[in-house]
């Protein structure tokens, strides 16, 4: 269930299609591969296969879940390091409680967003509360991995929540489509992230039969993922259902529309939208270090395995184990 609603008769609009507005043409739809990360919670690799130089500075965008939880079955990950890059935890469903060696830390909830830059590196947590680990429950959320240019790699690290309060609520033109805005400019309004690459980041639901054509930065790329309902994409409008990921060309405008009949999950398709200002730098990625050549991430991981990446705290946040599977002499 989408926690961030509104009556988007009562919000700004973006404006509508204008004479000269140059339509995005869609370049590809992709349905990723799943897999698990972590401690065992199931994934959609969303951008696998996808080219950079399309995605650039998107590394990867994880859809975790949706999945309904049995009591016990809730995972996370376990401490561990990134260096190079940002993480940008958003959440539908469920809970996080996130901890890093720097001093950022706290409760994710439904609606809110996690952005953390790890620059120079550090070690973070990210796992279930003891409460939804013992109840279970649904949980359905994305995390987004965002390049660090070269000037930026080693830059102190930093943690910053966006609650569900602070998000920019905006209206489609004639209000059929509501757009959380996370982070970037959308049509002269801007979200509440801070990010040190250019991108524009939002959450746009469109009811059913609804459309939603969005003025887009020209020099960005643009990708939409669908996670829920169903509807076409473009100007020859391309069918998507969820799962889709879907690149879009060059343009200053992208169009998204809901079929007017959606399924029994959803009453309305559910899409993220992202882009960014290309680095256009090399790029060399290995498990949780993106640097610009291998010998940084040889450093990388030498830096880290001498525990010059941070230390886990005495106070450390660790994965909570369901009482039923407990060792009994604990």
Avoid at 13 to 32: K, M
Avoid at 114 to 134: D, K, S, Y
Avoid at 274 to 300: C, K, T, W
Wanted: aromatic share 8%; charged share 20%; hydrophobic share 35%.
């Amino acid at each position: 269930m989408v926690a961030v609603t509104a009556d988007t008769l009562t919000l700004p609009r973006v404006r509508g299609a204008a004479l000269g507005d140059t339509e995005r043409p869609v370049l590809a739809v992709s349905t990723g591969p799943t897999g698990f990360e972590g401690e065992g919670f199931p994934v959609r690799r969303t951008m696998a296969g996808i080219n950079y130089r399309y995605t650039d500075p998107f590394i990867m965008m994880d859809h975790m879940g949706e999945v309904d939880y049995a009591a016990g079955e809730p995972r996370g990950t376990n401490w561990h390091p990134h260096r190079g890059f940002e993480t940008v935890t958003y959440l539908i469903d469920g809970q996080f409680i996130h901890q890093d060696t720097h001093g950022g830390g706290g409760i994710i909830t439904e609606g809110s967003t996690q952005w953390m830059t790890a620059g120079a590196g550090l070690l973070h947590i990210e796992t279930p509360p003891e409460r939804l680990v013992e109840e279970g429950g649904l949980f359905n959320g994305f995390q987004l991995w965002v390049n660090l240019p070269a000037n930026d790699k080693f830059s102190s690290p930093a943690y910053q929540p966006v609650e569900a309060s602070d998000l920019l609520l905006l209206g489609s033109e004639d209000g059929g489509a509501l757009l959380r805005v996370i982070a970037g400019e959308v049509d002269g309004h801007r979200g509440p992230g801070s990010t040190h690459t250019p991108i524009t980041f939002l959450h746009a639901s469109l009811a059913a039969g609804a459309q939603l054509s969005l003025p887009w930065q020209p020099t960005y790329n643009a990708l939409a993922y669908v996670f829920a309902g169903s509807g076409t994409v473009g100007p020859k409008r391309q069918d998507v259902s969820p799962g889709n990921l879907v690149v879009f060309g060059a343009g200053d405008r992208i169009t998204l529309q809901a079929d007017a009949r959606q399924d029994s999950r959803s009453s309305s398709m559910e899409v993220l939208l992202l882009g960014g200002e290309p680095i256009r730098e090399p790029m060399v990625h290995y498990g949780p270090f993106v640097m610009n050549s291998r010998d940084e991430l040889v450093q990388a991981l030498e830096d880290y395995q001498a525990g010059r990446l941070g230390v886990i705290p005495p106070d450390a946040i660790m994965p909570h184990v369901p009482r039923n599977a407990r060792d009994p002499r604990d």
